[in-house]
């Protein structure tokens, strides 16, 4: 989940500005949280707090209360100050960059994918932004559990339709800022898939110049299951974390992760 907040807070300078190459600072005075992290935590409290729909969308509203200038997409942002909150039937990636933490709180690839869609549902119902949400979920659980990199290509290609053949090279010239899951999942998990470790992966997809902190956000969180996360990087993305949110991360790697944590 840290390899999410991380991808976030690295690629967080780019999104608008795109960086067509890996060499850059990985953080920087600019550097700071979005609402891909806000949502990711409130993700991992709403596991904690049960996991059911209405878990979700207490989470969610209510962090995403406390950080309203998250940056957030215009019918997500009225959604957090709805009385009676509806799907809106999005396929933004929004469903993807949250979901790491159900891949750490269940321990079957089928709880997994059943979990991430109904993390998503909640406001991304479009059949797209579901699988958005499974995908990344599964690909953060297989790399937990030992699965290799081809292993993880193969399924998440033949069980959501994803072209994962290509590399890093060959999208990064027409690489564009796309905020759909369809657009950007895809392109995260290639950029994992083609890292040597777990800055590295944070590198290549925020060089690929599309929605960065958000492809930068789903390529960490699985780098993360693979790799872990060299402590320096650790430590500078949690400082830049405010109190409540450190707690919460806190809260969800002591009781959900760290039995698990392999790295």
């Known amino acids: ?80 100050f709805q009385k009676e909150p509806q799907p809106y039937n999005s396929f933004g990636n929004g469903s993807a960059m949250r979901v790491s933490p159900v891949a750490w709180f269940y321990d079957s690839l ?62 990064r010239p027409g690489c564009h800022f796309d905020e759909t899951c369809q657009g950007s999942v895809p392109e995260a998990i290639i950029a994992w898939l083609d890292s040597d470790g777990f800055e590295d992966a944070i590198r290549n997809a925020v060089s690929l110049g599309g929605d960065s902190d958000t492809q930068a956000a789903v390529a960490g969180a699985i780098a993360q299951a693979e790799y872990g996360i060299p402590p320096e990087i650790a430590r500078e993305a949690y400082r830049r974390l405010d109190v409540p949110l450190q707690a919460l991360a806190d809260d969800f790697f002591l009781r959900v992760m760290k039995p698990k944590y392999r790295r």
């Open 1 to 80: 989940m840290l390899g999410a907040i991380i991808g976030d807070i690295a690629g967080s300078v780019y999104e608008f500005h795109p960086h067509k190459s890996k060499d850059f600072p990985l953080f920087s005075e600019k550097s700071a949280f979005t609402d891909d992290t806000v949502m990711t935590l409130a993700v991992a409290e709403a596991l904690m707090n049960g996991g059911a729909e209405e878990d979700y969308i207490a989470s969610m509203q209510r962090w995403g209360r406390r950080y309203p200038d998250g940056g957030y997409g215009g019918r997500f942002f009225g959604w957090l």
């Open 110 to 171: 089928e709880a997994v994918e059943n979990a991430a869609a109904v993390s998503a549902r909640v406001t991304h119902n479009h059949p797209e932004g579901v699988k958005g949400a499974q995908a990344t979920a599964a690909a953060v659980f297989l790399a937990r559990t030992g699965h290799g990199k081809g292993e993880v290509r193969n399924y998440l290609s033949a069980r959501f339709g994803y072209d994962l053949s290509r590399t890093c090279d060959e999208i």
